[in-house]
């Protein structure tokens, strides 16, 4: 029970039904709708048309992939994106909190590619690289071809709350105010990500599975793979469109404090990253914003999150219990 809300759980399939490729945009209806408190289990999909694992390796594309692929038309991006998922009662203003409260692995490959004009290098490759790479579903690690096995460590790239109207319909490429494809590591199970909240609705929509990822996606990818999610949705109301509750996404993991920054520069995601810091560390504390400012010299840490989604990102850590 949260807030004297007995918890309901619901489950969303991904089918051509309930997802969208490539687009994400605020006019776009809830295919469910919940009340503050709900806990929803969303079933997410990865893949393309160029996409097809040669049979020898013993893969095959899932069904749920190839219903997709098959009646729903590629859009601006390259994701596919399930939901959106409404919360009752949420308006512009608002903030909407989401628990990330379990992240599964649903198939048992990945993969992983970069173009020569694509990743973090663009002219460096003449040509571009496609991968396949197994996943061991009951160790939790992955096996890459060349050599090394990794632990898994899977995360959603993309999260959002619907883009203000005016943003009309956008790529899934880009991240920005309302989320999007952040590609933050650190969002994994046991995480909690605040997004503001910019249509009724909040209208919240995830995909982009990420088995593992380091910081800055290099080449453009990371082990791109289909993940079901577990979360849980409260809502937080705010002042209204005039004065959200928040301006760009903030996330708490087990350990650490998160603000982020997004833009073409990336100097000015810092600065932006920066700035949410100071405003965070000002609110828990009733420090000035230059003794805030001074404190992010002492204990917060800036990492790139990512470099190849036309708005990079960064994102600032600060340790639970060092200033607060």
């Known amino acids: ?24 945009d605020g006019r776009f209806p809830p295919v469910l709708t919940v009340v ?9 999909l990865s893949g393309h048309e160029i996409i097809n694992p040669p049979a020898e390796l013993g893969h095959d594309i899932p069904p749920a992939v190839r219903a997709v692929l098959s009646a729903v038309a590629p859009g601006m ?21 989401v628990r990330i409260d379990r992240i599964e692995p649903s198939m048992d ?12 290098l663009p002219g460096k490759f003449q040509s571009g690289d496609l991968r396949f790479i197994p996943i061991d579903m009951e160790k939790r690690t992955c096996a890459l071809p060349w050599g090394p096995e990794l632990p898994l460590a899977p995360f959603f790239g993309i999260m959002a709350t619907a883009p203000r109207l005016a943003y009309g319909t956008l790529s899934t490429k880009e991240p920005r105010d309302f989320g999007g494809n952040m590609d933050n590591r650190e969002l994994v199970e046991g995480s909690t990500l605040f997004l503001p909240v910019w249509v009724p609705g909040a209208n919240f929509m995830v995909g982009d599975g990420h088995g593992i990822q380091g910081d800055g996606e290099v080449c453009g ?43 073409e520069d990336l100097d000015a995601a810092m600065r932006d990253a920066l700035d949410e810091m100071i405003d965070l560390i000002c609110e828990r504390t009733g420090w000035s914003p230059g003794e805030a400012y001074m404190s992010c010299s002492f204990a917060v ?18 340790r639970k219990g060092l200033l607060f």
């Open 36 to 44: 503050s408190g709900d806990t929803v289990t969303i079933q997410t």
């Open 77 to 97: 991006g390259p994701h596919i994106i399930s939901g959106p998922v409404a919360i009752a009662g949420a308006e512009p203003g608002d903030m909407l909190e």
């Open 109 to 120: 490959w990945g993969f992983c590619l970069f173009s020569p004009l694509g990743g973090t």
């Open 221 to 263: 990818t990371a082990l791109e793979t289909s993940l079901n999610g577990t979360f849980t949705f409260i809502l937080h109301k705010g002042g209204g469109i005039d004065a959200p509750r928040l301006k760009f996404p903030r996330a708490e993991t087990p350990t650490h404090y998160l603000t982020m920054g997004m833009n």
């Open 1 to 24: 029970m949260i807030g004297g809300h007995p918890l309901t759980i619901h489950h969303l399939a991904a089918n051509p039904e309930t997802v969208r490729r490539g687009t994400l």
């Open 301 to 318: 840490d800036f990492r790139v999150t990512q470099t190849v989604n036309g708005q990079k990102g960064v994102h600032g850590m600060l």
